[in-house]
């Protein structure tokens, strides 16, 4: 049976792709955010996973919004990422792991969710600089599986039904009899407001409490409404979605920590880092 490594949370800010393309990591800007990393790759490095299952929400490049999906995964041969502007210029693109992908759609079309399953699918920062501070070298030893979540055109889903979908992915990747060692990933996040009159908004106190939450009683955070979020965290720090489904995927056991970092400001967001596997 597949078997599932960690889980895996981070933030992903196009800024940090320009600090990897220019070489910025030991700057004193973006050093406490990078030195989160290294404990993460000794880990990975020591876990060898094979396939990443990343829940990541697109920004409008592979959904705009005449066409929205709620939840959508791929089952495409490969992601190619063809992000708009800054960055990391070129990136090789990361190959797909379809055979899982289809198992997954069909466990959560049998479970009531109403998917999108994508053929086809171009991939932004939100699943590109996960991906290259994982890493570095940008030669991916990893399969990817995408699920993108709308946090960008309401109505978005709820918390609970994030969580619940969270769940069915991990029960849906332990059921699947390959022998593979899985990554579970969510990216986005953690409080921030990139327009509007709140633009700048960060709530440190919000982000460390939802970070002990995802150690210590993961469903806190579905007691609240999306607009509730929005409120707490800023319109795109509603991105924290992702980590709460990539927690799920865990299951309710109790978990263990391998690392957890939290920096602001990263351009206008508070930049968290949480990696997981069951105690
Ligand atoms: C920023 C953060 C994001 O999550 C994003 O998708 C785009 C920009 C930022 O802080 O600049
Ligand atoms: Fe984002």
């Known amino acids: 049976m597949a078997r599932i ?7 992903h800010v196009p800024a940090i792709g320009r600090a990897i393309a220019k070489n910025l990591q030991s700057d004193p800007y973006w050093k406490p ?7 993460v790759h000794r880990w990975l490095a020591d876990k060898r996973p094979d396939v990443v299952v990343a829940f990541y929400n697109d920004h409008g490049l592979n959904f705009f919004l005449d066409k929205m999906p709620t939840f959508a995964v791929g089952a495409a041969p490969e992601y190619r990422n063809a992000d708009e502007g800054w960055g990391i210029p070129q990136l090789a693109p990361i190959a797909g792991e379809q055979k899982l992908a289809w198992h997954i759609i069909e466990q959560l079309v049998g479970r009531d969710f109403d998917l999108t399953t994508c053929q086809e699918m171009v991939v932004d920062h939100a699943l590109s600089l996960p991906m290259a501070l994982l890493w570095p070298d940008q030669k991916w030893p990893v399969r990817i599986v995408p699920i993108a979540i709308n946090t960008v055109q309401f109505p978005l889903p709820s918390a ?3 969580y619940a979908l969270g769940e069915a992915v991990g029960e849906a990747v ?3 009899p390959g022998d593979e060692r899985v990554l579970i990933m969510g990216t986005g996040g953690l409080s921030h407001q ?7 908004f960060i709530n440190k106190a919000f982000d460390l409490q939802f ?3 995802l150690e210590r009683d993961p469903r806190w955070a579905t007691q609240y409404s999306v607009p509730e979020l929005v409120e707490k965290t800023g319109t795109q720090g509603v991105e924290l979605l992702m980590w ?11 978990v263990k920590r391998v690392q957890r970092n939290y920096h602001i400001p990263i351009s206008n967001t508070a930049s968290g880092l949480l990696v997981l596997e069951q105690a």
Do not use: H, V, Y
């Not at 490594?5 to 933030?11: D, K």
């Not at 955010?33 to 404990?39: A, C, K, N, Y």
């Open 244 to 254: 709460l489904a990539a927690r799920a995927a865990l299951g309710a056991g109790p």
């Open 5 to 11: 490594i960690g889980s895996l949370a981070t933030s």
């Open 33 to 39: 955010f990078f030195d989160g990393f290294p404990p």
């Open 194 to 200: 990139l327009d509007g009159q709140r633009a700048g």
């Open 211 to 213: 970070m002990d939450s």
């Open 160 to 162: 609970r039904r994030c």
């Open 174 to 176: 332990r059921s699947w």
